[in-house]
């Protein structure tokens, strides 16, 4: 069997038994065995369900890591094809079964030709969709118990046509952050609102004032964000002015400095709303990934390694950021590296987005994944 149906029938086999984030057990499982399989020395449960297999070959202390993760969503699939999920409400609908397959593949061919002088990380993440596989790995040492010079991530992409890479130097993808306001009035009969507080008129005001926090306070040039207000509830009904107002809502910017000045602004339009209507509130800001930041040495070199396989004219080393997040981000952090997008596709053939219960992994495009990880160590570990 040759290495591209393996790759597919390992994808295939993932889609089909999907796992949540830190259940992956099964996964796990079959990624540590198929790498001792290839020769790899393998360790388990590195950040709860992760697994971090290693190739060293020569006598370079030169290193490099590459990561996928192994994570499904909480999604009932719609797909009625014979590798579709067999766990209820669950299913691989961002493409981590095929990251996945991808990295197992560079793992056997590079087990297999050895064309390299170093050491090379192959690291399967868990639970990336909720932001906390990366912090778990780097805190159960990811990068203190092993000496990793630089690290690489790759996720597919729907809408970029397969054949096609893209990435860029500084922010690629966008930091996520979620914000909860909690509005306490004390209400009262609708038929007598001057006899109480009304907290969905300051709710009211709160959302609109919260529309001028991006044009008033960040650089129209510098600073993108989004600030998007996705739930508005009360604990009133048809006649009874609520006590209660909760305010739900998600942020995106491209920089620590914008995410701060965005939670500092959200706040200080609330406690000013608030304030002037003598109503009392409670905030909440939760940051679940960093914004996505490239370095430059190893932007190029993915970009280099991406062109050897595929062309540099299919190649887009500067392309226009992204406001979807990742989780890899808090992984860059720690180490300089680059994270890259290969197309899926477009048109039914890999073109449904991502989180879709109609998406799946486009198999055209599993080589190009093992052929971008074995150039890139081959490239940064060259005898």
């Not at 579709?84 to 297999?112: I, P, Y």
């Amino acid at each position: 069997m040759t290495i591209e149906q393996q790759v597919i029938d390992w994808r295939k086999h993932i889609h089909k038994h999907p796992e949540f984030g830190f259940e992956e057990v099964d996964t796990a499982k079959m990624v540590a065995e198929k790498l001792e399989e290839f020769g790899l020395e393998v360790h388990r449960n590195i950040g709860k369900t992760g697994v971090v297999g290693i190739l060293k070959c020569g006598e370079s202390a030169r290193s490099i890591g590459l990561r996928a993760d192994m994570d499904a969503l909480q999604i009932t699939e719609q797909n009625t094809f014979d590798h579709v999920s067999v766990n209820k409400g669950l299913m691989h609908a961002c493409g981590h079964d095929g990251h996945t397959a991808m990295l197992l593949g560079a793992a056997h061919e590079l087990a297999r030709t050895r064309n390299f002088d170093g050491t090379a990380y192959f690291i399967f993440q868990p639970c990336e969709e909720h932001g906390l596989g990366a912090k778990a790995m780097i805190d159960d040492g990811l990068f203190t118990r092993w000496q990793i010079d630089a690290i690489y991530g790759m996720h597919n992409l729907p809408g970029i046509p397969a054949g096609q890479f893209a990435t860029r130097p500084g922010s690629l993808m966008a930091s996520e952050s979620s914000f909860e306001i909690d509005i306490i009035a004390s209400g009262g009969h609708a038929a007598m609102p001057h006899t109480g507080t009304d907290p969905i008129v300051v709710g009211a005001q709160i959302v609109t004032a919260m529309q001028t926090i991006v044009s008033r306070n960040l650089s129209a040039i510098h600073e993108t964000a989004v600030i998007s207000i996705t739930e508005f509830s009360t604990n009133g009904t048809v006649n009874v002015i609520p006590s209660r107002v909760k305010i739900k809502g998600d942020t995106r910017s491209f920089t620590d400095a914008a995410l701060a000045k965005i939670d500092a602004a959200i706040e200080r339009v609330v406690a000013g709303q608030c304030m002037s209507a003598g109503v009392e509130y409670k905030y909440h800001f939760n940051n679940s990934f960093l914004s996505t930041i490239n370095a430059a040495k190893e932007t190029q070199a993915a970009v280099e390694a991406a062109a050897k396989v595929v062309g540099a004219e299919n190649v887009n080393g500067s392309c226009q950021p992204f406001t979807i997040s990742e989780d890899f981000s808090f992984m860059l952090r720690e180490v300089d590296g680059c994270y890259i997008l290969v197309g899926n596709g477009e048109g039914e053939c890999g073109g449904t987005a991502l989180h879709n219960p109609l998406y799946d992994f486009n198999d055209n495009i599993s080589m190009l994944g093992v052929r971008y990880w074995q150039a890139l160590v081959e490239q940064e570990l060259s005898l």
